[in-house]
Nanobody, 130 residues
Framework: QVQLVESGGGLVQAGGSLRLSCAAS????????MGWFRQAAGKEREFVAA????????HYADFVKGRFAMSVDNAKNTVYLLMNSLKPEDTAVYYC???????????????????????WGQGTLVTVSS
């Protein structure tokens, strides 16, 4: 069983930055593609970014391109989401997720795939004040 634990959320002013972390662990840990998703109050969950563990393949949602950057630290089994130029509309609970069947970040970010992802973290709240 793989466990994912997010951290790094908090309250930040518009224009500020935060870095989220997602640490993976577990006896059967496999390096499948990892994604970040978010869900704002009253809204559908949406894809943010996904990455391969090599770090060489990263896929972003259009609304975060140029502002967010996803990276990996293989030694720590951790993926990161650096969020810059934050806006109030970025306020949401952010989750990391993956599935042993998916090694391609593009697949993790495909529409509707999140409903089938097997492994999810507990989420971390990001609040951006105006």
């Amino acid at each position: 069983q793989v466990q994912l634990v997010e951290s790094g959320g908090g309250l930040v002013q518009a224009g500020g930055s935060l870095r989220l972390s997602c640490a993976a662990s577990g006896r059967s840990f496999e390096r499948f593609a990892m994604g970040w998703f978010r869900q704002a109050a009253g809204k559908e969950r949406e894809f943010v970014a996904a990455i391969s563990w090599s770090g060489g393949n990263v896929h972003y949602a259009d609304f975060v391109k140029g502002r967010f950057a996803m990276s990996v630290d293989n030694a720590k089994n951790t993926v990161y989401l650096l969020m810059n130029s934050l806006k109030p509309e970025d306020t949401a609970v952010y989750y990391c997720a993956g599935d042993p069947a998916l090694k391609d970040p593009l697949l993790v970010g495909a529409p509707g795939v999140d409903r089938w992802l097997e492994v999810w973290g507990q989420g971390t709240l990001v609040t951006v004040s105006s």
